[in-house]
């Protein structure tokens, strides 16, 4: 291909003989500049497509946080209703003024909220943060008949409010008597707008940009910038409401605004009911989008006008100094070669640059003309050394496999000195049965239409020493033709002293094999006696401890009036001790359990085993309420049977040590750290001291007294025993008072073997 080009290239100038070489510069300096324009172009085009990806990300980005800040906000509106349903304001429909009054001042605490209320059972409304006047009836609205008829928090549908008349999220709870009957409904309504200028603020987009909140009639119910001039407004036919309501779904499009204003718009629905879809959408102007992309390309083109002019303007003017001169002198030098003169020199330096190489290469062409011949001697000397010094068999012959040369190291190796062999046939170096063998093989190489065959093509061979011992070696056979006559050329090297270390090797991996294989038997009868023995061990233990714990029962059920209170509590101190023992027992085989157990890698959801977990402990101790908080998407791979011992030991802990708290907190959740999952167990209990960390994991460790917090001490050794087992790592942080942080992390592929 490139000697094609090369070829019309020169067809075409040698057409033009009216161009001189400094024309012929230009020329290929303009050819070379045009993929630097079209590099520009290209770069531009890229910059113009990434701006926009990039523009679409950013509106993305803003359309799935106010999703997020939605779903945040309902959590935290949800419980100021509730707090706000028993308040005594909201119960007494008689002290409707003051009621207005505290929720004035709470919708000023809330930028966000459009208005706070109180609805009778009627649906009229009795107070509102905002003032309104005459009878206000809002027994419509879905969010009323939603808390009416669940008696529960409840969400209503996107409309423009009644009282505040913008664009609004309402949302409910009842107000309940004794009976549980509802006396009334509270309600927020979230102000849109207020909303959409938040997340505006904390996007940082380009002036210009806007935020439209619309249903699926095309009604504006939020806008920013110009909330009033069209919030309110239906606009089903503008063609950006028209692409977004055919479109349906999260997309992106370049229009023309509602405003008039060309822009990148990216949008997304976020709230969905039987009777009414929300779509917000983000648009960004396209100036701002393609404005860096376009200055690059200005400054680009500016730039390379500048360089491609003073390239022109030097290349003219010093080309006669830098390319014309050192021409002529190669011209003439080359005359005076070619008539002849062996000593002709171009008188150029030997500089790096083209006309010093071409130079160089020129005078040291003459200079091999001359010393030729000597050349040559010494060339022959130094293959001759080469030869006769290589440690390998150099062996050259004939067409009738006559030797010719026995190097110094086919003396080594055959015992024969070089006199002994030149000129005998090839036969002599060789056993006997395959003689004929190689010879034959050796005509067959002849006959090969190949000129020469390379050394990288060995075989291994048999030779046979001047003694007549035989050895194993490894040979390549090479020709070629000199003066029409045929040469062969064989490399040999002795193999026999490495042959003997494989087969010693052979042999010492074979007697490994069978030490591995006797080892591998002998632990695993280990392991099977181990298991036996702590089953045993349990079984003697506990029968003992249960008849310690029976028989102490009975002393105190039957000789109760006998006993006095010293006596009564040295009997329940050793049923205490009796019933620990016997849990450390069940833990200790538990602990030996996880270690043994085989491993059943698979998917795991980890929420459903925590949330199973969880709703056992509420089970048992229902007077607690301990807020958990359980990250939803938590996926792993691993043993299920021993996740589950995993999260009910680090959840169990989190229970317990958050006993003493007035509000206790439990959270689930997962980070990444390079791309790793790191799962994690939160509480706000009593944490520890960071300097006793290291005896966390170990068994029988415990960082508080048994009095304060029973337990064993085990449950965070089997906890790392398991992680340690899938591949993974556990460790904490804590402070004393400020609760504790449990992290572990398991690998993709777990191990099948404990660890």
């Not at 939603?146 to 949302?171: C, L």
């Not at 979230?190 to 009604?219: K, V, Y």
């Not at 062996?395 to 110094?408: G, H, P, T, W």
């Amino acid at each position: 291909m490139h000697k094609g080009f090369y070829d019309l290239f020169s067809e075409w100038t040698a057409r033009l003989p009216f161009l001189s070489l400094r024309a012929r510069l230009l020329l290929l300096l303009f050819l070379a500049l045009l993929p630097a324009y079209g590099f520009i172009l290209y770069s531009t085009l890229e910059a113009r497509q990434q701006a926009a990806e990039e523009a679409r990300e950013n509106a993305r980005w803003l359309t799935r946080l106010l999703a997020v800040e939605q779903k945040n906000l309902i959590e935290i509106i949800r419980q100021q209703l509730q707090n706000l349903a028993q308040l005594p304001i909201v119960r007494r429909p008689e002290w409707t003024t003051l009621c207005s009054r505290t929720f004035a001042d709470l919708r000023a605490q809330n930028a966000i909220y459009a208005n706070i209320g109180v609805i009778n059972p009627d649906g009229t409304l009795r107070c509102s943060a905002l003032p309104f006047t005459g009878r206000i009836n809002l027994s419509d609205q879905d969010f009323f008949h939603e808390a009416m008829r669940t008696r529960a928090f409840a969400i209503g549908g996107y409309q423009i409010g009644h009282v505040t008349g913008k664009g609004s999220a309402n949302f409910a709870y009842p107000v309940l008597d004794a009976a549980g009957k509802p006396q009334a409904v509270v309600y927020i309504a979230l102000d849109l707008g207020a909303l959409a200028d938040r997340l505006i603020e904390t996007a940082s987009l380009p002036d210009g940009s806007t935020l439209t909140i619309l249903d699926n009639h095309g009604t504006i119910l939020a806008r920013h910038p110009d909330p009033k001039q069209w919030v309110g407004k239906s606009l089903p036919d503008a063609p950006l409401i028209r692409t977004i309501l055919a479109h349906g779904q999260e997309g992106s499009a370049e229009e023309t605004g509602i405003d008039g204003v060309g822009r990148l718009y990216m949008f997304k629905p976020f709230y969905s009911t039987a009777a009414k879809q929300v779509y917000v959408s983000v648009g960004i102007p396209t100036d701002a989008v393609y404005a860096d992309a376009n200055a690059l390309l200005f400054r680009a083109l500016l730039l390379m006008t500048l360089i491609t002019a003073t390239v022109i303007a030097l290349v003219w003017v010093g080309g006669r100094v830098l390319v014309l001169r050192p021409v002529n002198a190669l011209m003439d030098a080359t005359r005076r070669l070619g008539r002849g003169n062996l000593g002709a020199r171009t008188g150029l330096p030997h500089t790096a640059e083209e006309f010093g190489q071409v130079a160089r290469v020129f005078d040291e062409m003459a200079e091999s003309l001359e010393e030729r011949e000597h050349q040559a001697r010494a060339s022959e000397a130094r293959f001759t050394n080469i030869v006769n010094l290589a440690a390998d068999a150099i062996i050259s012959m004939d067409e009738e496999q006559r030797i010719l040369i026995f190097n110094q190291g086919a003396e080594r190796i055959f015992g024969y000195p070089a006199a002994e062999v030149v000129g005998q046939p090839l036969d002599m170096l060789l056993p006997a049965h395959l003689a004929q063998t190689h010879r034959e093989h050796v005509h067959r190489f002849a006959a090969e239409p190949e000129a020469a065959r390379g050394m990288s093509r060995r075989a291994e061979i048999h030779g046979r020493r001047k003694d007549g011992t035989g050895f194993s070696a490894e040979a390549s056979i090479s020709k070629v033709k000199e003066n029409g006559n045929l040469r062969f050329t064989v490399f040999l090297r002795d193999i026999s002293a490495r042959k003997r270390v494989e087969d010693e090797i052979r042999q010492l991996n074979v007697s490994l094999e069978q030490r591995v294989r006797e080892r591998t038997a002998q632990l695993e009868d280990a392991n099977k006696e181990l298991e036996s023995f702590s089953y045993a061990v349990s079984h003697d233990l506990r029968t003992p401890l249960r008849g310690i714990d029976g028989f102490s029962q009975a002393l105190m059920e039957d000789y109760a009036d006998k006993l006095d209170d010293q006596g009564k509590g040295y009997l329940q101190r050793v049923r205490a001790a009796s019933q620990r023992m016997a849990e450390l027992i069940d833990d200790m085989l538990r602990l030996a359990r996880v270690t043994r157990a085989p491993m059943q890698p698979e998917p795991v959801d980890l929420n459903t085993l925590a949330h199973s977990i969880i709703a056992e402990f509420q089970r048992t101790q229902p007077q607690r309420p301990v807020d958990v908080v359980i990250e939803s998407g938590l996926n792993a791979a691993g043993d299920p049977k021993l996740l589950r011992v995993l999260l009910e030991n680090l959840l169990a802990n989190a229970w317990k040590f958050t006993g003493k708290q007035p509000h206790p907190r439990i959270e689930l959740g997962a980070r990444h750290d390079n791309g790793t999952p790191v799962y994690f167990v939160r509480d706000n209990g009593v944490g520890f001291d960071m300097k006793y960390a290291h005896k966390l994991f170990g068994a029988f460790q415990r960082l508080h007294a048994v009095t304060e917090f029973p337990g064993t001490g085990i449950g965070l050794a089997t906890v790392q025993r398991i992680v340690h087992r899938h591949g993974g790592r556990a460790w904490a942080d804590a402070a004393e008072g400020h609760g504790a942080t449990f992290f572990f992390t398991l690998s993709p592929e777990p191990a099948h073997t404990p660890a």
